[in-house]
């Protein structure tokens, strides 16, 4: 039922900034669990960032400080803003969600990430 549409991505350079978005098909509540995660091209897999059902945030230790995941419930979006980035972070993104009726996590159809100069 949750269908996720995301946009951004692309090349950028070391040390640049970019943003992705990510846009659900109806309304999100403070109770889905929302994010971020992202797969290499040797197939690593990482999550990223979740907003968890309360509110509470956790990201990556290799992102922290680095990374912001924010969330729009009137919107029905969450965010991913990336700044500082660097080679390793060159993925595929995908966001997710899951609302508390869901048994699987609902997937946007990945953006391609490329951090080189």
């Known amino acids: 039922q949750l269908r996720l549409v995301q946009t951004g991505g692309g090349l950028v350079q070391p040390g640049g900034s970019l943003r992705l978005s990510c846009v659900a098909s109806?309304?999100?509540?403070?109770?889905?669990?929302m994010g971020w995660y992202r797969q290499t091209a040797t197939k690593q897999r990482e999550r990223v960032a979740t907003?968890?059902?309360?509110?509470?945030?956790n990201y990556a230790d290799s992102v922290k400080g680095r990374f912001t995941i924010t969330r729009d419930n009137a919107k029905s979006t969450i965010t991913l803003e990336m700044n500082k980035v660097k080679s390793e972070d060159s993925a595929i993104y995908y966001c997710y969600g899951r609302s508390p009726s869901s048994t699987d996590y609902d997937w946007g159809q990945g953006t391609q990430v490329t951090v080189s100069s």
């Open positions: 907003i968890l059902w309360g509110g509470a945030i």
């Open positions: 109806g309304p999100i509540a403070s109770d889905y669990v």
